[in-house]
């Protein structure tokens, strides 16, 4: 729904792609923006800025080198909607946070795991050696 993994990805990849990268996320359905993933991304310097979910339907761009999934069923789409095209589709199993439950400090921590992952990934798609701690 274009809630959680993605526009933390999204977010992520922004921070470290080239200038004059393309990056967009969308969802296979609509959904509604998520307060956590705020909170964690504001925790490494990030933000989604006023960025709103959006489906695939609603992208500006249709022409992509790479798409990168974390759902299956955004995966399925994917493959779906660019049969015929030049572009690759990796897919990237990646948890859903927001069925963790607990407290808040332990549903925090499983959207931090979601993030660092994410970024772990993009990193290495963009060859960029993680900080040192």
């Known amino acids: 729904m274009n809630a959680i993994r993605s526009p933390m990805a999204e977010a992520i990849a922004r921070g470290l792609a080239r200038k004059?990268?393309?990056?967009?996320?969308?969802?296979?359905?609509?959904?509604?923006?998520?307060?956590?993933?705020?909170?964690?991304?504001?925790?490494?310097g990030l933000d989604l800025g006023n960025r709103e979910p959006q489906s695939l339907d609603?992208?500006?761009?249709?022409?992509?080198?790479?798409?990168?999934?974390?759902?299956?069923?955004?995966?399925?789409?994917?493959?779906?909607m660019n049969r015929g095209n030049a572009v690759d589709i990796v897919y990237w199993p990646t948890p859903d946070p927001s069925v963790a439950a607990g407290t808040r400090e332990q549903i925090l921590a499983s959207y931090r795991d979601v993030r660092d992952m994410l970024a772990l990934r993009l990193r290495k798609l963009f060859a960029i050696e993680p900080p040192t701690d």
Do not use: K, M, N, Q
Not at 58 to 80: G, K, N, Q, S
């Open 20 to 44: 004059g990268t393309y990056i967009a996320s969308a969802g296979v359905r609509h959904g509604e923006r998520d307060p956590f993933v705020d909170a964690v991304l504001s925790e490494v």
């Open 58 to 80: 609603e992208l500006e761009d249709d022409f992509f080198d790479l798409i990168v999934t974390l759902a299956p069923e955004a995966h399925h789409r994917a493959l779906d």
